[in-house]
């Protein structure tokens, strides 16, 4: 199997890939919509984005690109996430690093480098890399990027603002590799309307049928500001009976936009 993932070596994108594929058939991207769109293609088995994070909320690169591409979630990873700050030397002018790892840090950076200059690139590895090849960079990445590198000092670990951080990623597959098992559902609704009651109403066919819901997260759909696309997840696998008829009222009540099935998948799955 060929999988892809954020890259360069060393993402905690890369660490949750490895739970899917062989270290040897992963290949990197710089952005989620590019492997999203790489795996729809069909140029890879497998693509491996993450979907969100306990401290800070969704990826909305990512939820984006799954509302765009036709491509099937076969699997859900989650993964415990522990940062290190790592540099050369103390003696650094900026720290480089995923937004989303820099917001997991807030209060650690906002105590301990008020006056330091933060810079979101397109991965932690990727800030690391940079640390590598220039003194005055810091990065903030799992402390295993420094290992076997005698340049790179861990300078501080565990700066997490939160010890239990864990980030959620998705497998995600051609379409047509859609799995028939799984006890969790993602669907992706637009209901290109809007009316007192409608997420209610777009709800309800689910608590009506005892199907737990999981997550529910609104998208801006760039149509007009105040429209919504909703990803819903739920507690019941897509080929269920009751799942269909609820996804049959949903279809009814988006008759004006869309309903998409984006999968189901086994529930949980922790690398450590
Ligand atoms: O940049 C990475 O290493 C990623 O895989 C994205 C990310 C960033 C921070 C926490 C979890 C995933």
């Not at 007192?196 to 049928?209: H, K, Y």
Request: hydrophobic share 40%; net charge negative.
């Amino acid at each position: 199997m060929t999988a892809v993932t954020l890259g360069p070596e060393g993402t905690y994108s890369h660490r949750a890939a490895q739970s899917i594929a062989d270290a040897d058939a992963i290949d990197f991207r710089q952005s989620v919509t590019s492997i999203v769109d790489a795996v729809a293609s069909g140029e890879y088995d497998r693509g491996v984005i993450p979907i969100e994070n306990s401290i800070e909320g969704s990826v909305t690169e990512s939820l984006d690109a799954l509302a765009e591409y036709d491509v099937a979630v076969v699997r859900e990873i989650v993964t415990p996430i522990k940062h290190a700050l790592l540099a050369q030397g103390p003696d650094f002018e900026t720290i480089a690093s995923h937004s989303q790892a820099l917001a997991q840090c807030r209060s650690y950076l906002d105590r301990e480098y008020p006056d330091t200059t933060l810079e979101a690139v397109a991965s932690t590895a990727q800030g690391v890399e940079f640390a590598r090849d220039d003194p005055s960079v810091a990065g903030i990445a799992h402390p295993a990027n420094a290992a076997g590198d005698a340049a790179l000092e861990v300078l501080a670990e565990d700066i997490q603002d939160q010890d239990s951080n864990a980030t959620r990623f998705f497998a995600v597959a051609p379409a047509e590799d859609r799995s028939k098992g799984g006890g969790k559902t993602t669907l992706v609704v637009y209901p290109n309307a809007n009316y007192p009651g409608l997420l209610l109403e777009l709800l309800e066919p689910f608590a009506d049928r005892d199907i737990n819901l999981t997550r529910v997260e609104s998208r801006p759909s760039g149509q007009r500001l105040g429209d919504y696309i909703f990803h819903v997840d739920i507690e019941a696998g897509l080929y269920e009976a009751r799942t269909s008829e609820a996804i049959a009222e949903l279809e009814a009540l988006a008759e004006n936009g869309w309903v998409r099935r984006l999968g189901s998948y086994d529930m949980e799955h922790v690398v450590e």
